[in-house]
């Protein structure tokens, strides 16, 4: 089975930086993805990690380690429009398998 | 910009009833997908489509079909709907390197 686990909800104060971790347990791997989801809107993307190492995109940045199964998502000076749920997901051939998601609920 | 375009935002429906989910991409992606998603599950996988006429089984296909007659249209079907598929429906669809999910807004389904 496909196992990917994601902590169920984070707090954090405006301007500060967090760290989403994400930890995963799959039959294979293509790739893995960070999807943010405001409340009662559609998933939008954020990252895609193919390779081992960072990539950075303005505030979000996205870290891959495939020898750990490991990814994390760091979001830098954080702002009140970053509360949201934050999704990761494996690629596995031609579909996507989602963790659970993580609340992130950031205070002024 | 890619759009992808679900019927229906909110349905009310009852136990017993067929209902159709209809989804529409204008992007010419090879590949779409029906997601639903309910509290403390995330999204689960029910059917995805890499083609005209292809199908594939996800995670939880049971008590749902799918019909992909053409390119740009995918559509869920529940042929007996029941309280237990009351959830969030979500359509995605992507190029067919699967580089990027598009989601559309997602079908609020109530059965009763």
């Known amino acids: 089975g496909q196992n990917i686990d994601q902590p169920t909800e984070m707090t954090a104060t405006e301007g500060a930086i967090v760290q989403i971790n994400c930890t995963y347990q799959t039959s294979g791997f293509n790739g893995l993805f960070w999807y943010q989801q405001h409340a009662g809107e559609a998933p939008t993307f954020l990252s895609y990690?193919?390779?081992?190492g960072l990539e950075e995109k303005g505030r979000f940045s996205s870290f891959l380690s495939r020898s750990k199964g490991y990814s994390y998502l760091l979001l830098k000076e954080l702002q009140m429009k970053d509360s949201a749920s934050y999704l990761c997901?494996?690629?596995?051939?031609?579909?996507?398998?989602f963790g659970k998601g993580t609340m992130l609920l950031v205070s002024p | 910009d890619v759009k992808v375009t679900q019927s229906s935002r909110y349905l009310v429906k009852r136990t017993g009833e067929k209902v159709f989910l209809e989804c529409v991409q204008d992007m010419d992606h090879e590949n779409m997908f029906w997601y639903r998603q309910d509290p403390g599950l995330g999204l689960r996988l029910i059917y995805f489509?890499?083609?005209?006429?292809?199908?594939e089984k996800g995670d939880i296909p049971e008590g749902y079909s799918v019909s992909r007659e053409k390119k740009e249209r995918f559509s869920l079907i529940l042929e007996s709907a029941s309280t237990n598929q009351t959830s969030m429906y979500l359509c995605?669809?992507?190029?067919?390197?699967?580089?990027?999910?598009?989601f559309g807004e997602g079908s609020r389904l109530t059965v009763l």
């Open positions: 990690n193919v390779l081992d």
């Open positions: 995605a669809s992507s190029p067919q390197g699967i580089e990027e999910l598009f």
């Open positions: 489509s890499y083609d005209v006429k292809m199908k």
């Open positions: 997901a494996v690629r596995l051939y031609s579909t996507l398998t």
